[in-house]
């Protein structure tokens, strides 16, 4: 999990990660190539580059009082794929936690994937913080 105080106000924070789009985008490499509503949620497919191939995933994504969860419907590689989302305003800012657990039914250590992960939300968060410069 990463946990971070940006200089911004939820509203503003909301306004840049409101949509699969605009969160994938954050980290460069995700494309949204589907989405259907489902209900106050979103069923939506995401394709991401691979260790060793695409890789594409079916969550369902659905606001909470404090921000957004992502859970794994189906995928032909990830076993499991969650994300959760929360913003809280604090003093200076804005709170935000984002975890993401992910596990892959491919022959690949779990230390592997979690370096991935803790290395694609960093660069995530630093693209975040310069487009709340813009």
Not at 112 to 124: C, H, Y
Request: one cysteine or more; a negative charge.
């Amino acid at each position: 999990m990463v946990e971070v105080i940006l200089p911004a106000t939820e509203s503003e924070l909301r306004a840049q990660l409101d949509t699969p789009e605009e969160l994938a985008s954050l980290h460069g490499d995700a494309v949204i190539v589907e989405r259907i509503a489902d209900g106050a949620c979103e069923l939506i497919t995401t394709e991401t580059p691979g260790l060793f191939s695409a890789m594409s995933y079916k969550a369902r994504r659905c606001p909470t009082g404090l921000g957004w969860t992502q859970n794994l419907v189906s995928s032909d590689h990830y076993t499991v794929n969650d994300t959760i989302i929360e913003l809280e305003e604090v003093e200076g800012g804005t709170r935000m936690r984002y975890q993401v657990r992910a596990q892959v039914g491919l022959p690949v250590g779990q230390s592997l994937i979690n370096s991935r992960i803790a290395k694609s939300m960093t660069e995530a968060i630093d693209r975040l913080r310069l487009r709340l410069q813009e």
